[in-house]
């Protein structure tokens, strides 16, 4: 069978002539570049996903032009390409392609495209995993929209803001982003188009948090205010929509209703021709014929399209999750725990391959300046050679654990809404260390790895993290998991020095009487970092709020430390934290603040803390959510 031929003969000639040229000093080259942008720009309206090696080709070869001629055509170029793989389902690829037009828009000095391209960056970022990277994005998006007083603009990054919480799973925040963008459209009349989406959102938002009339009431407003869709990307947007309310509607069983949505995605899905948008029409379908009693029907198509869904992998989680849904609402739970064991598993694998890839283009990234600097001080004469060399080393570990830093921050942010529970355990952890005896360069290590102690956490399910109850024994074996999943991540990270961290990870909570998990380890066999490290996360634990729990007053949470010494903790490391905790309150008054002053200087919070501010100035306040004020499972 003959292979169809996928752009134009002329297209190709344009994209080879463009390849060649190292800057568009030619009337050829910016012709080719010209054209190659428009056949990247047709493909992606077309909704033609077949064409991926020529738009990749069309991006290396923009990437490698020299100088700023043309500009605003080539972000266009590489803004459409980063938008074509996204759609496409390959989020990875679309990051270069936006990384590379914030470069250019910033060298051109076209503040404009980037934002635009600040935005798309933060997309990709989000839909890849990377949620600290999409709020900083969006936040210096923001400050730019703000400065051009581009009030339009400003609203589609709050949209796009909170589409990132949503990944998070920070729902209530989320709704907070899009009611925000709302309140801004309704005075100004040439905003209605951010509308529908931000409604959508918000419907989405409710279905997770169980808040059905909030999100059916959100729902009929998106799909009543959005136009009638024409590109592929709108029509890939109004599938999710339907999809969105044909789940609500089944929520209460308004089963007609939920047909007339299903027939309105499936035929927008097929226009589209977009992977993601025909999985999300078919989900929405095998759901409604479930609760139709059309049952046999329905479960084919799940699971027809979750053989689709494992090719398009940011639709997999959504698929088994459908699958779970209709085994519990036909009565087989068994059928169900297969799938949702294979969900988490499917999670697990997700968040861990993100996050490596993520460190890889970190580490790229990061490239050999901090090397050269480390081989530049390693010449200098000897004794001074080996002060700085260890400052350097410092340094370039600091630096290539950055990443990490980011996904655990991100991975607590569903238990500690200030992201700042990861920095106190580790500087907790870093002065127990010192007053234990340890000397300067362990007690570094001790700080930073012990940062990373619960990056596991982004491989359990929200509901379990979020839940607001006790955990029952099957959902506290699935937080136990977080300890493997963590040291497991870290083993992969190809980071020199990372054998504390993973220990950390791994054993943080296992029990001095043994009774600990996951290798149930007891006495010194338990790592050194490990014992301290459990002491400073459990402290800070206790004194702070959670979804299960209020946070107890410092002196409750020192006795219940100090009662179990010699049981969950090191008999010696438990006294030397009491005499330190004490020293640290009376020298500290603000202890959380002293505690936390590293996670002042993270990006990402600094990011945050910005879009929270701008979010305060707009409106008079946030929803929030409450504890259980039940005493600690400290299993957690």
């Given at each position: 069978?003959?292979?169809?031929?996928?752009?134009?003969?002329?297209?190709?000639?344009?994209?080879?002539?463009?390849?060649?040229?190292?800057?568009?000093?030619?009337?050829?080259?910016?012709?080719?570049?010209?054209?190659?942008?428009?056949?990247?720009?047709?493909?992606?309206?077309?909704?033609?996903?077949?064409?991926?090696?020529?738009?990749?080709?069309?991006?290396?070869?923009?990437?490698?032009?020299?100088?700023?001629?043309?500009?605003?055509?080539?972000?266009?170029?590489?803004?459409?390409?980063?938008?074509?793989?996204?759609?496409?389902?390959?989020?990875?690829?679309?990051?270069?392609?936006?990384?590379?037009?914030?470069?250019?828009?910033?060298?051109?000095?076209?503040?404009?495209?980037?934002?635009?391209?600040?935005?798309?960056?933060?997309?990709?970022?989000?839909?890849?995993?990377?949620?600290?990277?999409?709020?900083?994005?969006?936040?210096?998006?923001?400050?730019?929209?703000?400065?051009?007083?581009?009030?339009?603009?400003?609203?589609?990054?709050?949209?796009?803001?909170?589409?990132?919480?949503?990944?998070?799973?920070?729902?209530?925040?989320?709704?907070?982003?899009?009611?925000?963008?709302?309140?801004?459209?309704?005075?100004?009349?040439?905003?209605?188009?951010?509308?529908?989406?931000?409604?959508?959102?918000?419907?989405?938002?409710?279905?997770?948090?169980?808040?059905?009339?909030?999100?059916?009431?959100?729902?009929?407003?998106?799909?009543?205010?959005?136009?009638?869709?024409?590109?592929?990307?709108?029509?890939?947007?109004?599938?999710?929509?339907?999809?969105?309310?044909?789940?609500?509607?089944?929520?209460?069983?308004?089963?007609?209703?939920?047909?007339?949505?299903?027939?309105?995605?499936?035929?927008?899905?097929?226009?589209?021709?977009?992977?993601?948008?025909?999985?999300?029409?078919?989900?929405?379908?095998?759901?409604?014929?479930?609760?139709?009693?059309?049952?046999?029907?329905?479960?084919?198509?799940?699971?027809?399209?979750?053989?689709?869904?494992?090719?398009?992998?940011?639709?997999?989680?959504?698929?088994?999750?459908?699958?779970?849904?209709?085994?519990?609402?036909?009565?087989?739970?068994?059928?169900?725990?297969?799938?949702?064991?294979?969900?988490?598993?499917?999670?697990?694998?997700?968040?861990?391959?993100?996050?490596?890839?993520?460190?890889?283009?970190?580490?790229?990234?990061?490239?050999?300046?901090?090397?050269?600097?480390?081989?530049?001080?390693?010449?200098?004469?000897?004794?001074?050679?080996?002060?700085?060399?260890?400052?350097?080393?410092?340094?370039?570990?600091?630096?290539?654990?950055?990443?990490?830093?980011?996904?655990?921050?991100?991975?607590?942010?569903?238990?500690?809404s200030t992201g700042e529970h990861?920095?106190?355990?580790?500087?907790?952890?870093?002065?127990?260390?010192?007053?234990?005896?340890?000397?300067?360069?362990?007690?570094?290590?001790?700080?930073?790895?012990?940062?990373?102690?619960?990056?596991?956490?982004?491989?359990?399910?929200?509901?379990?993290?979020?839940?607001?109850?006790?955990?029952?024994?099957?959902?506290?074996?699935?937080?136990?998991?977080?300890?493997?999943?963590?040291?497991?991540?870290?083993?992969?990270?190809?980071?020199?020095?990372?054998?504390?961290?993973?220990?950390?990870?791994?054993?943080?909570?296992?029990?001095?009487?043994?009774?600990?998990?996951?290798?149930?380890?007891?006495?010194?066999?338990?790592?050194?970092?490990?014992?301290?490290?459990?002491?400073?996360?459990?402290?800070?634990?206790?004194?702070?709020?959670?979804?299960?729990?209020?946070?107890?007053?410092?002196?409750?949470?020192?006795?219940?430390?100090?009662?179990?010494?010699g049981k969950q903790f090191d008999p010696?490391?438990?006294?030397?934290?009491?005499?330190?905790?004490?020293?640290?309150?009376?020298?500290?008054?603000?202890?959380?603040?002293?505690?936390?002053?590293?996670?002042?200087?993270?990006?990402?919070?600094?990011?945050?803390?910005?879009?929270?501010?701008?979010?305060?100035?707009?409106?008079?306040?946030?929803?929030?959510?409450?504890?259980?004020?039940?005493?600690?499972?400290?299993?957690?």
């Amino acid at each position: 069978m003959q292979k169809q031929r996928l752009v134009s003969p002329t297209a190709d000639n344009n994209l080879a002539v463009l390849s060649k040229v190292p800057n568009l000093g030619t009337d050829a080259g910016r012709e080719a570049l010209i054209r190659v942008a428009e056949a990247v720009k047709t493909g992606l309206q077309s909704g033609s996903y077949a064409q991926v090696d020529f738009v990749r080709q069309a991006v290396d070869a923009v990437v490698r032009l020299k100088g700023c001629e043309l500009s605003d055509v080539r972000i266009d170029l590489l803004l459409n390409a980063s938008h074509y793989f996204y759609l496409s389902g390959q989020g990875f690829a679309a990051i270069e392609p936006a990384t590379a037009a914030v470069q250019l828009a910033e060298k051109a000095g076209q503040k404009a495209l980037k934002r635009r391209a600040l935005t798309l960056l933060g997309i990709t970022q989000a839909d890849t995993g990377n949620i600290s990277s999409a709020v900083e994005c969006y936040a210096s998006a923001l400050e730019i929209a703000r400065e051009l007083d581009d009030t339009h603009s400003e609203c589609v990054v709050w949209v796009n803001l909170g589409v990132a919480l949503m990944y998070a799973a920070q729902y209530r925040d989320a709704i907070s982003c899009f009611e925000h963008a709302i309140q801004m459209t309704e005075s100004n009349g040439n905003l209605s188009s951010i509308r529908p989406s931000a409604f959508s959102n918000i419907a989405l938002c409710a279905l997770h948090l169980e808040d059905f009339g909030r999100g059916l009431r959100a729902a009929e407003t998106s799909v009543r205010e959005s136009p009638a869709p024409t590109t592929a990307a709108e029509k890939n947007s109004r599938v999710l929509r339907e999809n969105y309310y044909t789940r609500l509607l089944l929520e209460v069983n308004s089963l007609d209703k939920a047909r007339e949505r299903c027939e309105i995605a499936r035929a927008l899905a097929k226009e589209s021709q977009s992977p993601r948008a025909e999985i999300a029409a078919a989900i929405a379908e095998g759901l409604y014929e479930v609760h139709a009693g059309k049952i046999d029907v329905g479960i084919s198509r799940l699971t027809a399209t979750l053989e689709r869904a494992r090719l398009v992998r940011a639709m997999l989680r959504d698929t088994l999750g459908a699958l779970v849904r209709a085994f519990e609402i036909i009565g087989q739970p068994e059928r169900a725990l297969i799938y949702l064991r294979e969900m988490m598993e499917a999670t697990r694998q997700t968040q861990q391959e993100n996050a490596l890839n993520h460190l890889k283009l970190h580490l790229e990234r990061l490239g050999q300046s901090i090397e050269e600097k480390v081989s530049e001080e390693v010449r200098l004469a000897r004794q001074e050679a080996a002060l700085k060399g260890k400052i350097a080393e410092q340094e370039l570990f600091r630096s290539r654990i950055e990443m990490l830093e980011r996904l655990a921050v991100t991975a607590e942010l569903r238990d500690d809404s200030t992201g700042e529970h990861s920095y106190r355990v580790g500087m907790l952890s870093g002065l127990i260390a010192q007053e234990y005896g340890c000397d300067e360069e362990v007690c570094f290590m001790v700080e930073l790895a012990a940062r990373l102690h619960d990056i596991g956490k982004i491989g359990v399910p929200d509901a379990i993290l979020l839940k607001p109850d006790k955990l029952n024994d099957a959902e506290r074996q699935i937080m136990r998991t977080h300890t493997t999943v963590g040291a497991e991540l870290l083993s992969k990270s190809n980071i020199p020095h990372m054998q504390m961290a993973e220990e950390i990870a791994r054993h943080h909570h296992e029990w001095w009487d043994g009774s600990g998990y996951p290798g149930g380890l007891s006495g010194t066999a338990i790592p050194l970092s490990s014992r301290i490290t459990a002491i400073a996360d459990v402290f800070d634990a206790l004194t702070h709020k959670r979804p299960y729990k209020e946070p107890w007053p410092v002196e409750e949470a020192v006795r219940e430390i100090a009662s179990l010494k010699g049981k969950q903790f090191d008999p010696q490391i438990t006294d030397v934290f009491l005499v330190l905790i004490a020293k640290l309150r009376q020298k500290y008054p603000d202890l959380d603040g002293y505690l936390g002053r590293a996670a002042h200087s993270s990006p990402f919070l600094q990011a945050r803390s910005k879009i929270w501010d701008a979010l305060r100035k707009g409106k008079e306040g946030t929803e929030s959510g409450s504890g259980s004020g039940s005493r600690l499972d400290l299993q957690r």
